[in-house]
T-cell receptor, first 113, second 116 residues
């Protein structure tokens, strides 16, 4: 029973264009969502997060959108750069209590120069 | 500020042997988490500590697995009588005090275990 789903295993985007990575969740208790980026042979690196009281959070080229009614979030990267090529994981948790994260399976993003 | 440190980075062992991994969290982070990641999957929660207290263990953590954080600083994860199915990347993460903080967990580079 996968509570966090990333249905696209891979995504290929041209440099300079927008990358959109999607994530769906099923657990209504989740109210805090995070995106991590992972390069080979490294641990996941925190990218951006959003609380359920917001529907958008922006940090430089990265924006996360949250649609609570649809239990869906997306990460937008604009403009995409070759260095963004990595595996992106969506994670969720109930904010209160600082509990363990539940991760999706990840989406491999390839940005082509 | 050093990040989360894990040792060793790679471990190759024969089936049936015991292995132990170490994690040094970011200083002053009172929460420490262990996750396991296999090929094509996201990290899966194993167990976590608040200071020296082990608060939760996943059903993934069989009796052959044990974790400690004796002084509330570094942590060890031991796997006894390893099996080939234990081959995975073992990730450690830490996060700051729960109250008033966002739950951002910072990960180490992981220990890759190969059981032959």
């Amino acid at each position: 029973d996968q509570q966090v789903k990333q249905n696209s295993p891979s995504l290929s985007v041209q440099e300079g264009r927008i990358s959109i990575l999607n994530c769906d969740y099923t657990n209504s208790m989740f109210d805090y969502f995070l995106w991590y980026k992972k390069y080979p042979a490294e641990g996941p690196t925190f990218l951006i997060s959003i609380s359920s009281i917001k529907d958008k959070n922006e940090d430089g080229r990265f924006t996360v959108f949250l649609n609570k009614s649809a239990k869906h979030l997306s990460l937008h990267i604009v403009p995409s750069q070759p260095g963004d090529s990595a595996v992106y994981f969506c994670a969720a948790t109930p904010l209160r209590g600082n509990t363990p994260l539940v991760f999706g399976k990840g989406t491999r993003l390839s940005v082509i120069a | 500020d050093t990040g989360v440190s894990q040792d060793p980075r790679h471990k190759i062992t024969k089936r049936g042997q015991n292995v132990t991994f170490r994690c040094d969290p970011i200083s002053e982070h009172n929460r420490l988490y262990w996750y396991r990641q296999t090929l094509g999957q996201g990290p899966e929660f194993l167990t976590y500590f608040q200071n020296e207290a082990q608060l939760e263990k996943s059903r993934l953590l069989s009796d052959r697995f044990s974790a400690e954080r004796p002084k509330g600083s570094f942590s060890t994860l031991e796997i006894q009588r390893t099996e080939q199915g234990d081959s995975a990347m073992y990730l450690c993460a830490s996060s700051p005090r729960a109250w008033g903080s966002k739950n951002i967990q910072y990960f180490g580079a992981g220990t890759r275990l190969s059981v032959l």
